[in-house]
């Protein structure tokens, strides 16, 4: 079964500056689909971006944008010029695109703080 | 957003209440899905619909039951809980298929007392 660990349960960053969230996953498939998910305070899941493994190309949207370094099985996030609005739980999962699945593995999640 | 509502927000029962929660979505999707996310755990998948027919159950309790009558609409009947039961649940839905990202309802708050 596939897993999704995310060794940072808290994280805090500078308004302006940049943060790196950690991912990894385990897996023995060769063809799946990453997410980085943010949750606020308001409890909304919204989806903040989406890297497909046979893509080799990083996965960018504004200021996100993912290392994913599919040998190692890493998947982090990288919020630039952070905003006080970033702040939320940050969760990274995994789907699989075997046998039709739809079922997403989830990671405990990143709770991020941005300090103005 | 108010592509996926729940109602309602806030839900608190007794062990021996029966309720439900409904979702519905305004999106055209045609995949519903229930989660549960407890404190300090990842978010479980619960059960998964597809054009209104159950495709995935993950091992839930019997005292969870879900219904599905339309594409847009979904509830998840409660009853004889337990207090490990309380959690946030969330609905979510897509266009189907394993492509389509998901998306999410602002969740209920349940307290099983």
């Known amino acids: 079964a596939q897993t999704v660990t995310q060794s940072q349960p808290e994280m805090s960053v500078q308004e302006a500056e940049t943060v790196t969230l950690s991912c990894t996953y385990d897996?023995?498939?060769?063809?799946?689909?990453l997410f980085w998910y943010k949750q606020p305070p308001s409890r909304q899941m919204i989806l903040v971006i989406r890297?497909?493994?046979?893509?080799?190309q990083n996965a960018t949207e504004n200021r996100f944008s993912v290392n994913f370094q599919k040998a190692a099985k890493s998947f982090s996030l990288k919020i630039s010029d952070s905003q006080l609005g970033d702040a939320a739980m940050y969760f990274c999962?995994?789907?699989?695109?075997?046998?039709?699945?739809?079922?997403?593995?989830f990671g405990k999640g990143t709770k991020l703080t941005v300090n103005p | 957003e108010t592509g996926v509502t729940q109602t309602p927000r806030h839900l608190v029962m007794g062990m021996t209440n029966k309720k439900s929660l409904k979702c519905e979505q305004h999106?055209?999707?045609?995949?519903m899905y229930w989660y549960k996310q407890s404190a300090k755990k990842p978010l479980e998948l619960m059960f998964v619909?597809?054009?209104?027919?159950?495709?995935e159950n993950n091992s839930v309790p019997s005292r969870f039951s879900p219904e599905c009558p339309n594409s847009s609409h979904l509830f998840l009947h409660l009853h004889t809980l337990q207090p490990e039961d309380s959690a946030l649940y969330l609905c979510?839905?897509?266009?189907?298929?394993?492509?389509?990202?998901?998306?999410f309802g602002p969740g209920t708050r349940l307290l099983v007392l």
């Open positions: 897996t023995s498939e060769s063809d799946y689909y």
């Open positions: 619909y597809n054009f209104k027919e159950q495709t």
């Open positions: 999962a995994y789907r699989s695109r075997q046998g039709g699945s739809e079922k997403l593995v």
């Open positions: 999106l055209g999707h045609n995949a």
């Open positions: 890297q497909e493994a046979y893509k080799q």
């Open positions: 979510a839905s897509s266009r189907g298929g394993e492509r389509e990202t998901q998306y």
